[in-house]
């Protein structure tokens, strides 16, 4: 056991094997960073979110490269990680896929599976991009936000009615209701330009003095 640790201890890490791994990880990043910008239907900031991808595949390339030198190093990462908390808040499914994609980057390049992690990432990335240009192939315009706000009460039903009668979809993403005030947020997917203005003309018109927002989901981005 003891002749079994040291000989784990021994194995040298190539100063220049790090380097070229390093280098190819920046750039499968930034590939992946202008990808997830492009493809995403993430409703965070997409640009600030995607500069977290490069540190996070470097720094997996890093840990794993020194880690798998040596079996005390690795025994004292479980340690480490057991300290560590991470609180930073991710909303979407989408946005952990991402960052999975980015370990797995570091985790294959650490291991000095570099052909291996490069085919995997281009086969993926062709995947996702061929299924993002299909899916918003069909979708007439780009998802926007819309706020409708009243100083009466809504019936939901009601309104969810007339927003479904003029869109090809609808998600309801907040609704909030009070004794002299209502507000209904929904993320909306148009057939048409021109249901823009006949869903407005029917909402003001059901419901007099009503105030109606629009704003298109990538001006968030």
């Excluded at 239907?41 to 890093?62: P, Q």
Aim: proline share 1%; aromatic share 10%; hydrophobic share 45%.
């Amino acid at each position: 056991m003891n002749n079994f640790l040291i000989n784990s201890q021994n194995i040298d890490v190539s100063l220049l094997s790090l380097i070229i791994n390093l280098s190819v990880g920046f750039l499968l990043s930034c590939t992946l960073s202008i990808a997830y910008v492009k493809c995403s239907h993430s409703l965070s900031n997409k640009k600030l979110f995607s500069r977290n991808f490069y540190l996070i595949t470097l720094t997996t390339i890093l840990i794993i490269t020194v880690v798998k030198s040596s079996l005390a190093l690795s025994l004292g990462l479980v340690g480490a990680l057991s300290i560590v908390r991470f609180r930073a808040a991710i909303k979407e499914p989408e946005e952990i896929a991402y960052l999975f994609l980015c370990i797995a980057i570091g985790l294959g390049l650490g291991a000095n599976y570099t052909l291996v992690t490069v085919v995997g990432f281009l086969i993926i990335l062709i995947l996702t991009i061929g299924v993002n240009y299909f899916t918003r192939k069909n979708d007439n315009l780009e998802d926007m936000f819309c706020t409708v706000s009243w100083n009466k009460k809504f019936i939901l039903e009601e309104l969810l009615g007339i927003f479904k009668k003029h869109s090809n979809y609808i998600f309801l993403r907040d609704f909030d209701l009070t004794d002299e005030f209502s507000q209904v947020g929904v993320i909306i997917n148009f057939k048409n330009p021109n249901d823009i203005n006949s869903l407005t003309q029917e909402l003001s018109t059901k419901y007099s003095g009503v105030n109606i927002k629009f704003l298109n989901k990538q001006a968030l981005t």
